[in-house]
Nanobody, 129 residues
């Protein structure tokens, strides 16, 4: 099992920045990739960004490309999501997730929730205009 704990959520004004953190513990060697998802009230969960741990390959949803950056600190078993130029539509609960599938599966399903096996509890991000 892998436990994931997110932190860093806050309320910010549009145009501001936040950095979310996701600390992984437990059998972390079983996870090949980690990702960030978000869910706004009344909407489906949306994949935001993902990173394949072994090679540091990244993937982003079109809605956040150029504004969000996912990174990892392998020594700390932590993944980060740097969010810049935040917009009100970025308001959501942000979830960290980890998956066990291989690289080729990740290539096609990197921001799809069905590719992930472990989930954190989420952290709230609110962006006001």
């Amino acid at each position: 099992q892998v436990q994931l704990v997110e932190s860093g959520g806050a309320s910010v004004q549009a145009g501001g920045s936040l950095r979310l953190s996701c600390a992984a513990s437990g059998y972390t060697d079983s996870s090949n990739y980690m990702g960030w998802f978000r869910q706004a009230p009344g909407k489906e969960r949306e994949g935001v960004a993902s990173i394949y741990i072994g090679g540091g390959f990244t993937s982003y949803a079109d809605s956040v490309k150029g504004r969000f950056t996912i990174s990892q600190d392998s020594a700390k078993n932590t993944v980060y999501l740097q969010m810049n130029s935040l917009k009100p539509e970025d308001t959501a609960v942000y979830y960290c997730a980890a998956g066990r599938r291989n690289y080729y599966t990740w290539l096609s399903l990197s921001v799809s929730a069905r590719a992930y096996d472990y989930w954190g509890q989420g952290t709230q991000v609110t962006v006001s205009s």
